[in-house]
């Protein structure tokens, strides 16, 4: 795939993908507070982080790369 394409892509999954992630991420954690009762703060952070980090893994290879010049 040419820089090009990347870089559209790239565009449509912060505009589109990232904010339909939000909201799964968040319904999750309002879902784990209606299943188990509020968690510690802590672990409430840890889930953040950690879902934070799991929309990049399979994204990371699309990413690379966009801020250069072609």
Do not use: C, H
Not at 15 to 36: H, T
Not at 45 to 53: A, T
């Amino acid at each position: 795939m040419d820089v090009k394409n990347r870089k559209r892509l790239s565009v449509l999954i912060l505009v589109f993908g990232l904010p339909a992630y939000v909201v799964v991420a968040v319904s999750l954690v309002n879902w784990m507070d209606a299943r188990w009762g509020r968690q510690p703060i802590w672990i409430e952070l840890l889930i953040y982080v950690g879902l934070g980090l799991v929309w990049i893994l399979p994204l990371k290879r699309i990413f690379t790369g966009i801020g250069r010049s072609e």
